[in-house]
């Protein structure tokens, strides 16, 4: 039990902090609340209306972001091969050659359809 005094001090000392802060916040934050107050934050932008059922999302803002994750995960999956690539020898190089081959074509496939290009 001794060596796991430390991480359950850590955590009831975190735990007191959110609970302190909370409470605190509550009694020293202002008290006048407005309309603009409850109102969604658009960067200072008036938020536009929206139609009934929320209306057509474009979906070039969900590829981008589809995109990202997707080449984004695949680039830190090079991080581990990168610092053992002295260990792993030739499997590894021919491994990651053939991961870079799946990383790479479907990249230059978007760029030449136009899926990186923002209109």
């Known amino acids: 039990m001794n060596v796991y005094t430390p991480i ?20 020293t934050g202002p008290k006048r609340y407005n309309r603009a107050k409850y109102a969604a934050y658009e960067c200072g932008i008036e938020p536009t209306p929206q139609p009934m059922g929320g209306g057509r999302f474009p979906v070039k803002f969900y590829l981008t972001a589809m ?10 999956f090079l991080y581990p091969w990168a610092v053992s690539a002295d260990a792993l020898g030739a ?18 496939f978007e760029w030449r359809r136009g899926g990186l290009e923002w209109d």
């Open 8 to 27: 359950l001090v850590l955590g009831i000392l975190a735990f007191g902090f959110a609970v302190f802060s909370i409470v605190i916040a509550s009694f």
């Open 91 to 108: 499997f590894g190089l021919i491994a990651i050659f053939l991961f870079l081959i799946n990383l790479c074509l479907p990249y230059a």
């Open 67 to 76: 995109m990202f994750i997707i080449f984004d995960i695949e680039l830190v």
